[in-house]
Structures are given as C-alpha cells and as structure tokens.
C-alpha cells in the first residue's frame, strides 16, 4: 500500500506519493501516450500561444475511453485507494482524465488555474492526481501549488490553461499570477512513477520544459460520494452531465453520466 500524507493535502493543498506505480504499469502508461502522439491524437496547445518552436506542449483529454491502460491505472490499484483515503470516501469515481505532453524545450508554462471551475461537479471531496511517467523536476514542469489556496472562499475563471485568457462565457475571478519563486508556493521534483494529488480549488501552474527530456504525465480527476452535479457555465462539455440535474449526488449522477467508479481494496 502507499502513503500519502493526508494532513498535509487538507493543510496545503496538495501532497506526494512516490513509486505510486509498479513498473509494468509505468511502461504500460508510457506506451498508451505514445501510441496518442504517434497517431496524431492530442491538442496542440502550443498553437494557442502562436508558438512556432518545435518543441510543443500537447494535451488530450479522456483517453481512458480508447486506451484500456489509462482505465486500469485510473480504477484500480494503488492510485484511486490512496486517493479515496485522502478524500475519506468509500466510493470513487474517475471524472476525466487527461494525457499532457511537455516535449524537451518547450517555453510553455502551464497558467495558474484551479481545476473546479472546469468540472461540473461541486463538493470537497475533488481532486487531481498528476502522475509523472517521466522524470519531472520543476524545470520539467512538474506542478508548482499555492499553500492553502484550496481554503480561500474565491472560485477561479477557467483559462485556456497555456494562456491567462479566459474561456468564453465561464464565470469567477481571474487567477492571480504569481512567482513560481514566491515563499506561498510549493511543490516537489518527481521522479517517474511518483505523483502529486492537489484540491481541486488548489491554484498551480508549471514551467516550460527546460531538460533535454520530454515529460509525459497523466492527470486524473477524481470525485467522492459527498459531490454533486453543478453545471459551470462557459466550461468544456462533458458527455451526458447535460441530462442530469443540478444538485444530483455523485452516486445517481455517475451512473446516469456513465463516470467509470474506482474498485478500492
Ligand atoms: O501538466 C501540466 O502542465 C498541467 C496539468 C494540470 O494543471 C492539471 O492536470 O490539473
């Protein structure tokens, strides 16, 4: 089993887990994603600042639907039972996940941003793993958090997450911007196969890749019993949250929806 520290994700925001995974489902992870870029299946989001580097930063998202291995890390084993720990909660369900690419040299910092504002789910229990499958100091871009952030009463506006401009028609507060040097913000380097897990109302944001390595990682947003279904307007659609109503909890929700539910040994 492994450890997470739980007082300090509720505390600051976020917490460690290191060697979260075996080695067969790193490489497995490793080769889902690169059987994504190699079929030409993520975003660029480099576009999206006019960068004509070669290097580029791209990102997709749900891929758990088109490759099993995501599916299987997402719902069972280590990852979803140290999260339900954290989150105390006896049921799980995985909300999206998302593949983000990093390529060596890329100069695309991650915006800050908190996560809620693009989940049409509300509730405590929210969190996002980020699961390095390759090794991520913060010159990588491993995530960077704001201490205690997820405690603070302000909900964010969404961005184009490489761009502090908001998503159209979203609502909340522009995110601040803050220096990755400030003494409010925190994080840890991570070697392949360690994660982080942070609140959804955590504000982060990361580096551009400045190693000669590329930084694949795999971002899975999770949701607990205590959540319900709360539309955000403005924010990325998601299939089937339309027919279901404000309010529903998570429990009726996720079936309706079809949010895949986590097996917690
Ligand atoms: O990988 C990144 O650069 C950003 C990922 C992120 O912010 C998230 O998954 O919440």
């Known amino acids: 089993m492994v450890s997470a520290n739980a007082a300090q994700f509720w505390e600051d925001g976020a917490c460690v887990v290191r060697h979260a995974i075996t080695t067969t489902e790193l490489a497995a992870a490793r080769a889902a994603v690169d059987s994504l870029t190699a079929a030409d299946e993520l975003a660029d989001l480099s576009a999206l600042v006019d960068s004509d580097e070669t290097p580029r930063f791209k990102a997709g998202v749900d891929h758990w639907r088109t490759r099993d291995e995501f599916l299987r890390i997402a719902t069972t084993g280590s990852i979803p039972a140290v999260v339900a720990r954290i989150l ?14 990093k390529e060596a040299g890329s100069t695309v910092p991650t915006r800050w941003h908190t996560d809620d504002g693009y989940f049409h789910v509300e509730g405590d229990q929210l969190a996002t793993v980020w699961l390095a499958l390759d090794p991520s100091p913060r010159a990588a871009g491993s995530l960077r958090f704001v201490r205690g952030s997820h405690r603070a009463d302000t909900r964010y506006r969404p961005t184009l997450f490489v761009t502090d401009d908001p998503i ?3 609502i909340g507060a522009p995110a601040p911007t803050l220096d990755l040097d400030d003494q409010s913000v ?22 551009g890749n400045s190693t000669p390595c590329a930084r694949r990682a795999l971002s899975i947003r999770y949701c607990g019993v205590a959540t319900v279904v709360q539309p955000k307007p403005g924010a990325p659609t998601k299939v089937g949250m339309s027919t279901v109503s404000p309010g529903t909890s998570m429990a009726v929700a996720a079936e309706a929806v079809g949010l895949p539910e986590a097996i917690l040994t």
Do not use: C, K, M, Q
């Open 168 to 170: 159209p028609n979203t």
């Open 186 to 207: 925190f994080g840890w380097d991570l070697a392949a196969g360690d994660l982080t897990i942070h609140h959804a109302r955590t504000l982060h944001a990361a580096e």
């Open 88 to 101: 105390d909660t006896d049921r799980l369900w995985l909300y999206e996940d998302s593949v983000l690419v």
